[in-house]
């Protein structure tokens, strides 16, 4: 019986091949053939291809028609379709590749419903699987990319990683849940429009997503009426669901998790990895997160990093020689697009490795123009300054563009790197029922050297001057002790250099954060109203800089209250259906003098 049984067995299996050899296949379009610049083109702009659940997947091959034998492939996969996509395959191309642009479900040519995030795990992996069943590939695909077409690369390495995968360059990468659209737990609200700009249309609705009025106005009345957050969409008349699901999910919970990468999942990551990203890149904080996350479950982790004064934008292509007032050193001009296709040739080619990889971390030091390398981001630094936040005043005054009363003319409080009164305080009176203020209260910047400091109703600390030249290098991380009349708050804390000359050089973008949620973005943990609670932060961006002789340090830190980010009223209750009903009493907040901030230093022998 048991050899009847294995013959059965087998006779099916061979039917079932046959039928799955004979099934009809989705037709793949015949190559067209275009010759430009000396080179001729093999191109195939209509591809569909199959997921495993049925979906379809609209990809872009271009290949160099002249070249016969099997290639590798450089894949560029996003939710940002275009009509003018068929450059970036060239692209590649150029570079001795095949190029291959394909694009989120429902996206492009696909018939699918247009799904931001949630299935790019499993399709972005059966893009690549498709890659290396063709003729034309060796089994060697790279992929590359920023912000959402980051995230995509960490996502297709969340279950396993595909033989033929043998290296991702995420650029500023989202890390939905923790960097995106919330931050340390506080949604911001150029998300908002977003979900319109990517999911309206089969490829970008450019013209409601550039309308910065409308998107402006949205945000004042918002603020002016006092409405939920989640009632964004009704105050705008024009449904935003994706929104809205997103809202349902405020803690880093399964929804959030099934997206990328989850703690021991890092640890099967065994392909090598190049990053980049800026100090002054909002996507900092998710691509730090994928780093540190990797190297954590995976003490072995092949994870490069290169950062500099870069922005959101600037870290992904090539950087403009000044960002926001302040020309960056010439040393760090570099051609990110050139870096990544140099460690293409490194790793599918076997070339060299880009001359700047000089260790695992690569980080330009402004001021010098010099790079620094290290081989963990813990060994950028060798010392550490840390001040607790005084309620002693200083007597250095500074000009400041919100007018407390005094003809914008304030004085710093001191940042003491000696001793502390636990039980003395600076307090603070939020009072979220009073529109009457439509400015940035909470303390934000335009440009990165300024003459004036923003400072909103929060307090700000200046150092003594310092007597030697020092590099700061690293995240900026502390503990706020605080006691308040409510159960959550959110506070932004900044960090600054002011020069000799006595301007403020902002050294990296603002830490913001939901006190409930900075110990466990899992669950969330309501403070106790009138019990002094210590409060740490420790996702900040890093920087790098060096200060100069003569050089303070300086810290502004205050509660969030503005029309561009979501508003936590301190009830407890979910913040996005929070009112201004819910603003009955002032929020009232204690900074305690034993806050401290913690900065790390190199080259310290200052003190």
Not at 86 to 102: D, E, F, T
Not at 446 to 470: H, K, P, R, V, Y
Not at 492 to 509: C, D, I, N, S
Request: charged share 20%; hydrophobic share 35%.
């Amino acid at each position: 019986m048991k050899e009847i049984s294995l013959k059965i067995i087998f006779v099916a299996l061979i039917i079932a091949g046959v039928l799955s050899a004979c099934a009809p296949k989705e037709p793949i379009q015949t190559p067209r053939i275009l010759t430009e610049n000396n080179t001729t083109y093999s191109i195939q702009d209509s591809i569909l291809i199959n997921t495993r659940d049925g979906s379809k997947i609209h990809a872009i091959v271009v290949r160099n028609a002249n070249i016969t034998k099997p290639s590798p492939a450089v894949l560029f996969h996003t939710i940002y379709a275009r009509q003018t996509d068929l450059a970036k395959a060239k692209m590649a191309v150029h570079r001795g590749y095949a190029g291959i642009v394909s694009y989120t479900r429902g996206k492009g040519l696909s018939p699918n419903k247009v799904t931001p995030y949630l299935h790019e795990p499993t399709d972005t992996y059966d893009v690549i699987d498709w890659i290396s069943k063709q003729d034309w590939s060796n089994q060697k695909v790279g992929m590359y990319g920023g912000s959402y077409v980051g995230f995509v690369q960490w996502a297709s390495l969340k279950h396993k990683v595909h033989s033929a995968l043998k290296t991702i360059v995420p650029s500023v990468s989202v890390a939905p849940g923790i960097a995106e659209p919330m931050e340390n737990g506080v949604h911001q609200n150029f998300h908002y429009p977003w979900h319109h700009y990517v999911s309206n249309n089969k490829y970008l609705d450019t013209t409601l997503y550039f309308n910065g009025k409308r998107w402006r106005d949205l945000n004042m009345k918002w603020y002016e009426k006092g409405a939920a957050y989640n009632a964004m969409d009704s105050l705008d008349g024009l449904p935003n669901p994706q929104f809205r699901e997103r809202l349902l999910h405020p803690t880093y919970d399964s929804y959030w998790q099934n997206m990328m990468p989850y703690k021991n999942e890092f640890s099967h990551i065994n392909i090598p990895i190049l990053t980049t990203t800026g100090y002054y890149d909002g996507g900092q904080t998710g691509a730090l997160h994928y780093l540190n996350e990797h190297t954590k479950y995976n003490k072995s982790a092949e994870h490069y990093l290169v950062i500099g004064p870069y922005t959101h934008f600037g870290a992904q292509q090539q950087p403009s020689t000044k960002i926001m007032g302040y020309e960056i050193d010439p040393v760090a001009q570099i051609d990110i697009t050139n870096l990544i296709f140099e460690w293409f040739d490194y790793i599918l080619k076997g070339e060299a490795k880009p001359v700047l990889l000089k260790d695992k971390i690569n980080y330009q030091i402004m001021g010098t123009n010099t790079w620094g390398h290290a081989s963990s981001l813990e060994t950028i630094s060798n010392d550490t300054l840390k001040y607790y936040l005084s309620n002693k005043r200083s007597n250095i005054a500074f000009e400041s563009t919100y007018d407390s009363g005094n003809n914008g003319i304030n004085k710093h409080y001191t940042l003491d790197n000696k001793s502390f009164v636990a039980d003395e305080y600076l307090e603070q009176k939020i009072d979220f029922s009073d529109r009457s203020n439509l400015t940035w209260n909470s303390s934000g910047w335009t440009n990165i050297i300024g003459e004036t400091l923003t400072i909103g109703q929060g307090f700000s600390f200046i150092s003594e001057a310092f007597t030697e030249d020092f590099e700061l290098n690293g995240s900026f991380h502390g503990e706020l002790k605080v006691s308040i009349n409510k159960k959550d708050f959110d506070a932004t804390v900044l960090l600054f250099e002011q020069t000799p000359e006595g301007k403020f050089f902002a050294l990296t973008l603002p830490y913001v954060g939901r006190s409930s949620f900075v110990r466990n973005p899992e669950k969330r943990e309501l403070l106790v109203p009138n019990v002094k609670t210590s409060i740490p932060f420790n996702k900040a961006r890093m920087t790098s800089k060096k200060i100069s002789k003569g050089s303070r340090l300086v810290v502004v830190i205050n509660v969030i209250k503005e029309p561009f980010t979501e508003i936590n009223y301190g009830t407890g209750k979910d913040v996005g259906s929070e009112t201004i009903d819910d603003a009955k009493d002032p929020l009232i907040i204690k900074w305690h003098s034993d806050s401290y901030i913690k900065i790390p230093v190199k080259n310290n022998s200052f003190q």
